[in-house]
């Protein structure tokens, strides 16, 4: 059974910078497209950032220019980089791993932006 774990998450000021780390085990990474997603109080979860297999990413309109989304295969290892925050970001962030036959989700990492 494939299992992540999210590391990275904290407090942070409007501005700042965070990045987000999840390690998958349990299977072979290299597989899987790789996506991060977050969810706010009250808000559906909404995706962030993905990167396939083959490395090709996509953004939410929201994040654009703002966050990058990095896979290194060696090291079983997806990031998601996080610059200039907003308030707006705050959220817990969820790592997700995915295959036709797989949908996997990590516990989740906090991330809070004071303005």
């Known amino acids: 059974q494939v299992q992540l774990v999210e590391s990275g998450g904290g407090l942070v000021q409007a501005g700042g910078s965070l990045r987000l780390s999840c390690v998958l085990s349990?299977?072979?990474?290299?597989?899987?497209?790789m996506g991060w997603y977050r969810q706010a109080p009250g808000k559906q979860r909404e995706l962030v950032a993905a990167?396939?297999?083959?490395?090709?990413?996509d953004y939410a309109d929201s994040v654009k220019d703002r966050f990058s989304v990095s896979r290194d295969n060696a090291k079983n290892t997806v990031h998601l980089q996080m610059n200039n925050l907003k308030p707006e970001d705050t959220a817990v962030y969820y790592c997700?791993?995915?295959?036709?036959?797989?949908?996997?989700w990590g516990q989740g990492t906090q991330v809070t932006v004071s303005s």
């Open positions: 990167i396939s297999a083959g490395g090709y990413t």
């Open positions: 349990r299977s072979i990474f290299s597989i899987y497209t």
């Open positions: 997700n791993a995915r295959t036709s036959y797989t949908d996997a």
